[in-house]
């Protein structure tokens, strides 16, 4: 697109952004700055605007983007990330939901270390979720990168560079300033924008073939170039061993994947009751679902109208397929029509992407603050605190004559501890900040790094590593009474060290054309995804390191813990 359509486009693709970022401010003067307001938007939400939230942070540029991409490249196989997705959500549902939003407060290692020593504890889930985070983000900078630099009518690397940098300063922004209850409701609003337009390209593509899916199926198989084979398993994970081996780990990686990240967990916390998480999953398997389903017609839609060929000419790894459909439906790139739903689809993508970075970047400031700075932080305040307390115990202890004079130092103790704790909670929301500055500096640093490689793809390996890590120490807490603390740690430990290790040892990183640094070869591993070996490490290692500790399980802390999780009694 060159010319008028081109500044139509971007006028068109710049109105998301002037929104979104209008709701940061209004959200930002109506808060009154507390933690819980920071991290969990007052639990104020509503099953219905968190189920469209928790659609909005999980339908992402891999779902939009990339899912679509793979089915137009690959076909029958590109559908395993739309069933892998969706089906995700009956694990989340029946087995995390609402005892997450019973037992924790903000985060992820509120649940895992009810029962347990916490520090430890929270340093190894803190430290992992916001490894997953940062995996996460990457795939959804690289989304942004490719729709940007296609908007502006080229493959252009300078185009990109600057676009993953935007991202990044505006997701800072928007965590910055707003907090949860600003990106709740950029997530909404993103969700809502994200299925009306799926449902109007569906549409669209329907028409063309007069209602007739048989019809688009055959015409994307005749012109994938596959014939038959482009309907049927096999043509990206068949063959070998390896790509069948790669099959299975990415499944798993999928489907286990979701209840262990840490930014869809965080969202069970926005709503008042264990009911109310329960009823927003169900809301969002809804909208979801929907989606998902739409994916595929868009995919062979792509593929029949588009033209892999073509797909693949403007970005190899296929995150363009559904952009360039949207500019062939409205009648070409010289058209109106083209260039307006072109950009249409752009900030809706777009949008996506803001939503899910605004997402997963509190969610990971949040794991920084509230888990590792905290942990850090009461080493060495709460032993200030606990001394006083301790005097004034001895004090009390002296004698009838000096029990008033211990009384009086025991209450300056507790307000020692009491004004350590809330100096804690205020530090906390700073770091939280500071945080998320510093983890959009990482994402926008490997964005530029993996532009390359197909989002859909780089998401599957944030989820193998929350599946290898994240999810065996929840688990295992919620359900298995002798879990102790040192089987948390390396559960977690366990799980992500080898699925990070794995990775960097992988094709993904070296030792091909499509590979992060294509010039070097130390690829030891050879399956692309991790989880195969890596989820079953995460589970060994946690059963391993509570069977061979010394710690003796609190039963009645399980017991506790046990109530709380089924009845709601005591939670937050």
């Known amino acids: 697109m060159t010319g008028d359509h081109q500044t139509l486009a971007l006028l068109l693709f710049s109105v998301f952004v ?32 968190n189920g469209f939230a928790i659609a909005g942070d999980y339908m992402s540029a891999a779902s939009f983007l990339g899912i679509c991409g793979l089915i137009a490249l690959f076909g029958y196989d590109g559908l395993l990330y739309s069933v892998g997705f969706l089906v995700a959500w009956l694990v989340v549902l029946f087995l995390v939901a609402e005892l997450v939003r019973n037992c924790g407060r903000f985060t992820l290692a509120d649940v895992v270390a009810a029962r347990m020593r916490e520090r430890p504890v929270r340093i190894a889930v803190g430290t992992s979720s916001a490894t997953v985070s940062v995996l996460y983000l990457v795939a959804q900078m690289v989304g942004a990168g490719t729709l940007v630099a296609l908007l502006l009518g080229g493959e252009s690397e300078a185009a ?46 329907l028409t063309r073939f007069h209602g007739d899916f048989d019809r688009l199926l055959l015409t994307a198989a ?12 096999g043509l990206k994970y068949g063959g070998d061993w390896t790509a069948r081996f790669d099959f299975i780990s990415l499944g798993l990686a999928l489907v286990l994947g979701t209840a262990g990240l840490p930014h869809i967990l965080s969202r069970f916390y926005t709503v008042p009751t264990a009911r109310a998480a329960r009823r927003s999953v169900v809301w969002a398997i809804g909208l979801i679902g929907g989606f998902y389903l739409m994916t595929i017609v868009l ?28 500019l062939d439906l409205g009648g070409g790139a010289d058209s109106t029509g083209g260039t307006v739903l072109f950009a249409v689809v752009a900030a809706i993508a777009f949008a996506t992407i803001l939503a899910v970075v605004a997402g997963i970047t509190l969610s990971a400031s949040a ?9 850090l932080r009461r080493r060495h305040t709460a032993p200030h605190g606990e001394a006083a307390v301790a005097r004034g115990e001895v004090a009390a202890a002296r ?18 501890v009491a004004r350590g704790e809330a100096a804690l909670v205020r530090g906390e929301a ?16 490997l964005g530029l790094l993996a532009r390359d490689l197909n989002v859909a793809f780089l998401v599957g390996l944030a989820f193998a590593v929350a599946a290898s890590a994240n999810l065996p120490a929840l688990l295992y807490s919620l359900f298995w009474r002798d879990f102790t603390t040192r089987g948390a740690v390396w559960a977690v430990y366990g799980g992500l060290i080898p699925a990070v290790v794995l990775v960097v040892l992988s094709p993904v990183v070296s030792g091909g ?51 709380r999780s089924l009845t709601g009694a005591g939670a937050v």
Not at 27 to 44: K, P, Q, W
Not at 187 to 203: C, D, N, P, R
Not at 532 to 560: N, R
């Open 430 to 445: 700073a770091v939280a900040r500071v945080a998320a500055v510093g983890i959009g500096v990482v994402a926008i640093a």
């Open 222 to 233: 005749e012109h994938s170039g596959h014939g038959d084979a482009f309907l049927a398993p």
């Open 18 to 49: 002037a929104i979104t970022v209008a709701i940061t401010t209004w959200v930002s003067r109506n808060r009154r700055g507390s933690a819980e307001e920071f991290y969990a938007g007052g639990r104020l939400f509503s099953p219905m605007e």
């Open 160 to 205: 990109q560079a600057w676009t993953v940098i935007g991202v990044g300063a505006l997701m800072v922004v928007y965590v910055a300033w707003g907090g949860m209850r600003a990106t709740t409701w950029i997530q909404i609003v993103k969700s809502v924008l994200l299925l009306g337009g799926t449902v109007a390209l569906t549409v669209l593509v």
């Open 513 to 563: 054309p499509a590979s992060l640094f294509p010039g070097v070869d130390f690829q030891y591993f050879p399956l692309q995804n991790p989880g195969l070996v890596s989820i079953p490490l995460g589970f060994v290692a946690g059963w391993l390191g509570t069977v061979t500790s010394a710690e003796v399980p609190d039963g009645a802390k399980y017991a506790e813990t046990e109530v």
């Open 367 to 375: 794991s920084v603050a509230h888990d590792l700075y905290a942990s």
């Open 299 to 326: 995919g062979f839609g792509a593929a029949a109208i588009v033209g892999p060929e073509t797909v693949r000419g403007s970005n190899a790894a296929g995150n363009t397929a559904v952009a360039l459909l949207a």
């Open 399 to 416: 004698g009838e004559v000096t029990v008033a004079r211990g009384e009086a130092a025991l209450v300056r103790g507790e307000v020692a």
